[in-house]
């Protein structure tokens, strides 16, 4: 089973999505094993982004995303990674397919609601920058009979 790092950017905790985030990776499946309200502090966001590090857009973006509490999750269950991006839809939210998430609440790129990781190797770096291994949880869900063949 593979985990992915899912976050709620500040504009959706401002906007009151959270619960409507978390309900569309629930219904579909997917399994919560790691959640928190948090701030990001400077550092954590210029690690995080750290790949977008000297483009314009890279100061407005660590601003923004210091800017209010997230919500960061990992999700695990059979090809996270790759399905929560398609469930965000494109990073720009006006490119987007309607019924995503991005596609459904977005209109600016800096202002895209949802942050989710991109490969297994980024999945598993925010994971470990984000979370303390003893904040995951491993469980059972009995629904897990009915989701899995
Ligand atoms: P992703 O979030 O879909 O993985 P990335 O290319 O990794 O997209 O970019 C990280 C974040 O940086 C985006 O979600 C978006 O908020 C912001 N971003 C990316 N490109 C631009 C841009 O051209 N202008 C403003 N913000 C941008």
Known sequence: MERTFIMVKPDGVQRGLV?????RFEKRGFKLVGLKLMQISRELAETHYGEHKGKPFFEGLVNFITSGPV????WEGKEVIATAREMMGATNPLKAQP???RGTYGIDVGRNVIHGSDSPESAQREIA???KEEELLSY???LDTWIYE
């Open 19 to 23: 619960g409507e985030i978390i309900s």
């Open 71 to 74: 919500v960061a999750m990992v």
């Open 99 to 101: 019924g995503t998430i």
């Open 129 to 131: 920058l984000f979370f």
């Open 140 to 142: 059972d869900k009995t």
